[in-house]
Each structure stands twice: as structure tokens, then as C-alpha cells.
């Protein structure tokens, strides 16, 4: 089975059955915590992975690791993924629940590509930029390239606000190449 249908379906009843207990805002924040320890401590995935570990014993590392910090229905969650063989998809699920979470909060992800860090303010501008004009809130994912020149690139979704020098660069590249050199100033 696909990884994406894999994902949308435990996503998507996470968020079905927070919104029904009305937990949403909690699930989203424990759910959080364990995507944060697992993107951090690999260890705890290739554990979780290994074979010679039944399920009952992976479940019982689990309890161990959040039990005392998330909700009982985040660890069930954990538990239901794992007894079903669906290990190697947590992170993946809890990512997309996250989205689908914040999305009916009004606040959606965007990655914001960069060459080099910027300042906070830099960033808090932008989104609220992007909300003025969608009027959607924003949290981003930074992702700096040294190769990239400068400005910025903002992927929301499948839309792509292209921002940075290499774009404009491009740019003045086609208009060159497409203008008559009288019309740009060059044997006139």
C-alpha cells in the first residue's frame, strides 16, 4: 500500500475522532511532542523497527517513553499503528494530522526557502503579508540553501511565490533575448 494513502487514512481518522471527542487542540500538541522526540532521536524509530520486538514489547516502550506526557488517546493512537504493523508511518500520519489540524484552525504550512537565516521580524512580515493578501494564517518551514542566491521562494502547496535573484536573473535573461537591441537602447 502506498505510503500517501497509508497516511491519509490514519490522518485522517486521528482528526475525525479528535474533532468528535473535541480534543483537537490537544491531540495536535501531543501528537506534536511525539513527532518532535521521534524526528530527534532516531534510536527510537530503528527500536520500534526492530523484528525480533513483538508488538506488545514496542507498545510497552512506548508507554514508557510518553505515557506520563501525552493524552490517552494519542498513546492509543500510537498503539493501534504499531499492533497493525504501521510502524514505519507514525511520523508521516502525525505530520499530516498536524496540517489537517491547524488547516481547520485557519492555519496553514508553507516552506520558505532561503540562502541564509533571517531575523524572526523578516519572517512574522511575510506571513503578515501573505495574510493581508489571503487572508490566511501561516507557519513556516525554513529552509536555507546556501546555493540560493538571495531573496526568497514560498511553497504553499502546489502555489509558488518565486522571490529570489535567480528568478529575476531569468527573467532579464528571456527579455533580453526576446527584445530588439534598438528597443533596449544598445546601436540606437
Known amino acids: 500500500m502506498s505510503v500517501d494513502i497509508v497516511t491519509d487514512k490514519y490522518s485522517t481518522a486521528i482528526f475525525e475522532l479528535a474533532q468528535e471527542q473535541q480534543i ?4 495536535e500538541t501531543d501528537l506534536s511532542y511525539v513527532k518532535e522526540v521521534m524526528d530527534t532521536q532516531p534510536e527510537l524509530g530503528t527500536l520500534l523497527l526492530y523484528p525480533a520486538l513483538d508488538a506488545e514489547a514496542k ?3 512506548l508507554a ?4 506520563e506526557a501525552i493524552n ?6 500510537l498503539f ?9 508511518y507514525i511520523q508521516s500520519a502525525i505530520a499530516e494530522f ?5 488547516e481547520a484552525r485557519g492555519i496553514f504550512s508553507a516552506t520558505v526557502t532561503v540562502s541564509e537565516a533571517m531575523p524572526d521580524e523578516i519572517y512574522t512580515q511575510l506571513a503578515d503579508k501573505l495574510k493581508a493578501i489571503t487572508g490566511k494564517q501561516y507557519i513556516f518551514t ?5 546555493k540560493f542566491l538571495g531573496g526568497f521562494i514560498i511553497q504553499i502547496g502546489d502555489t509558488r ?7 529575476r536573473m531569468e527573467d532579464l535573461k528571456k527579455y533580453l533575448l526576446k527584445s530588439d537591441t534598438t528597443e533596449i537602447g544598445v546601436n540606437g
Not at 483537537?24 to 491531540?27: A, D, N, P, R, S
Not at 493501534?80 to 514505519?88: D, H, N
Request: charged share 30%.
Open 24 to 27: 483537537l487542540e490537544q491531540m
Open 59 to 61: 507498545c510497552n516502550v
Open 64 to 67: 514508557k517513553i510518553f505515557g
Open 72 to 77: 490517552t488517546m494519542a498513546l492509543n493512537t
Open 80 to 88: 493501534v499503528m504499531v499492533k497493525r504493523g504501521r510502524i514505519r
Open 98 to 102: 498536524i496540517n489537517k489540524a491547524r
Open 142 to 146: 525554513i529552509k536555507v540553501d546556501p
Open 161 to 167: 511565490i518565486d522571490a529570489s535573484l535567480m528568478r
